[in-house]
């Protein structure tokens, strides 16, 4: 009888959280909002697309392991894309609170 109240009190197949395309949506608001403009929305949204148009066994949207990479990929290559650390670190702090 444990066992079989455990497979329905914490099933393994729950979904983890995911920044899904709508709350992306609400995302870019935020971060008008928070100085970044037209350009550096693209950009960050460019890291994420796969992220979002994913459809995978695991669903669409981007998760807490897909931030983590999106976001280190950025810091590490500052001269590479328009966003400043500061724009970096704004961005994350939007994603992750949408999770």
């Keep these: 009888m444990v066992a079989i109240l455990s497979v329905y009190m914490f099933p393994f197949d729950s979904p983890k959280p995911r920044v899904s395309k ?9 971060l008008m909002s928070k100085g970044f403009n037209p350009h550096d929305i693209t950009e960050a949204e460019e890291v994420f697309r796969a992220d979002l148009d994913s459809d995978g066994t695991s669903g669409s949207g ?19 894309h328009r966003l400043s650390e500061q724009k970096v670190d ?10």
């Design 22 to 30: 709508d709350e992306f949506k609400k995302v870019r608001s935020l």
């Design 90 to 99: 704004i961005l994350e702090s939007i994603l992750r609170s949408k999770l």
């Design 62 to 80: 981007i998760s807490g392991k897909e931030i983590d990479a999106g976001i280190t990929w950025l810091k590490q290559n500052i001269g590479k």
